[in-house]
């Protein structure tokens, strides 16, 4: 066997044989299969009434744990307002974005308590085999973005105010090195200028008489 009929034999043997498609599969839904989606989907628009919207509203109040409500029924509602009220005193926001991130700090820190609660809840009942793990990592990595959230409010309000503070420390630095060179001036003006009576040729170095005069005669 020559060299070339030996590379032809070994390229027959590795080379795949063509793979032969079956024909596309036909996916389209029947003029029959719309029409019954259709009206299923007209079937299952959600509640309509007044108390159905009401209660479908609640229904991720169940834990609270996704819920945009700052307080929750059963949550005391004074002891919020009392942390609100420590944080504003605290940090005396002195503008709107300020009074912003307190608000955004005292929610965030409240979701974050209301989601430890749930997640060590449903730590325990993991323990006791009456929860799924699965229900507890979920709670406790909400737990965890909303700290993230409180933490970014945090830093966020501390940076602003102290930008607002070093603002203001130069603005009165400036101011004041206004105000002294306005009194050097006016202190200049007060000194150098004639007293009530007097021109400006009087003030100065006046000569002596006998010295100009030369002495006196006998």
């Known amino acids: 066997m020559t060299p070339l009929s030996a590379f032809r034999l070994r390229d027959q043997l590795i080379t795949p044989e063509p793979r032969t498609t079956s024909a596309p599969l036909n996916y389209m839904a029947t003029q029959a299969q719309f029409t019954a989606n259709r009206a299923n989907a007209q079937q299952s628009t959600g509640p309509k009434s007044f108390n159905g919207k009401a209660t479908s509203s609640m229904n991720a109040l169940r834990t609270g744990i996704y819920s945009a409500k700052v307080l929750l029924p059963g949550e005391d509602p004074a002891v919020y307002e009392e942390m609100r009220r420590n944080l504003m005193e605290e940090n005396r926001p002195a503008n709107t974005i300020e009074l912003m991130c307190v608000e955004l700090v005292a929610q965030s820190w409240w979701r974050m308590q209301r989601a430890t609660r749930l997640s060590q809840e449903a730590l325990e009942e993991s323990l006791t085999g009456d929860g799924d793990q699965s229900r507890y990592q979920r709670f406790e990595a909400l737990r965890e973005a909303i700290e993230r959230s409180w933490k970014r409010a945090c830093d966020h309000l501390q940076k602003i105010q102290a930008n607002r503070i070093r603002t203001a420390q ?49």
Not at 188 to 206: D, N
Request: aromatic share 8%.
């Open 170 to 218: 130069r603005e009165r630095a400036t101011q004041a090195k206004k105000d002294i060179a306005k009194g050097d001036q006016e202190f200049r003006e007060f000194v150098f200028s004639p007293m009530p009576g007097e021109t400006s040729e009087e003030i100065g170095f006046v000569p002596n008489n006998d010295a100009r005069t030369g002495p006196s005669s006998q």
